[in-house]
């Protein structure tokens, strides 16, 4: 079965550029999206199909996607970036999360 | 703003079923398919069915399949979830989520998108 595969934890300065990982067997050839959970809240997608935005979202939110790896980044990180950041695909009509990246802000 | 409301959780002992409601508002419910994502507390996202616009194909997680119905009726603008035969490893948050425009489904295959408006949840807690 097809597993997608974070980081647990990145931690990164504030103004900073913090880079998450979402490693899968050829998952340049999938499109990728991008979710951003804060505690007790529900998750937002803050990328999707690999690099878009959608409405709302920071221009310092960005994404990337090719080979066996795709990215999310954000640059000029502030502390309210820090949260759980989740990639998602689909592959067989199933849909699937990655494990999840805690982002803290030091 | 394009809302998503989810209620129906609860306590429910190992076996039992139980039945889970989103309604929507603010958007053309009936053109979009719809998922229902789990999460266990502190844990990590869990997809677990979908339904195209019309519901006329549904989709499921092998964990759920065979114990769980989606369903939705688009003249009240609401998505359901039916739990059956609930084990104690089915204890999560539920969330409904809208996906996008460009999800489509041909024949028994389902090319979903990104999930763009998520419910704020609700919990479901399997017990003895």
């Known amino acids: 079965s097809y597993v997608l595969t974070q980081p647990p934890s990145v931690s990164v300065a504030p103004g900073q550029t913090a880079r998450i990982t979402c490693g899968g067997d050829n998952i340049g050839s999938k499109s990728v999206h991008w979710y951003q959970q804060k505690p007790g809240q529900a998750p937002v997608l803050v990328v999707f199909?690999?690099?878009a935005r959608p409405s709302g979202i920071p221009a310092r939110f960005s994404g990337s996607n090719s080979g066996d790896a795709a990215t999310l980044a954000i640059s000029r990180v502030e502390a309210g970036d820090e949260a759980d950041y989740y990639c998602?695909?689909?592959?067989?009509?199933?849909?699937?999360f990655g494990g999840g990246t805690r982002l803290t802000v030091l | 703003e394009v809302q998503l409301l989810e209620s129906g959780g609860g306590l429910v002992q190992p076996g039992g079923s139980l039945r889970l409601s989103c309604e929507a508002s603010r958007f053309a419910f009936s053109n979009f398919a719809m998922s229902w994502v789990r999460q266990t507390p502190g844990k990590g996202l869990e997809w677990v069915s979908a339904?195209?616009?019309?519901?006329?194909?549904?989709f499921y997680a092998d964990s759920v399949k065979g114990r769980f119905t989606i369903s939705r009726d688009n003249s009240k603008n609401t998505l359901y979830l039916q739990l059956s035969t609930l084990r104690v490893d089915d204890t999560a948050i539920y969330y409904c989520?809208?996906?996008?425009?460009?999800?489509?489904?041909?024949?028994?295959?389902?090319?979903?998108?990104?999930?763009?408006?998520w419910g704020r949840g609700t919990m479901v807690a399997v017990s003895s």
């Open positions: 989520a809208k996906d996008s425009p460009r999800a489509f489904y041909s024949g028994s295959a389902y090319y979903g998108g990104a999930f763009d408006v």
């Open positions: 998602h695909v689909w592959e067989s009509s199933t849909g699937l």
């Open positions: 199909d690999d690099s």
């Open positions: 339904i195209s616009g019309g519901g006329s194909a549904t």
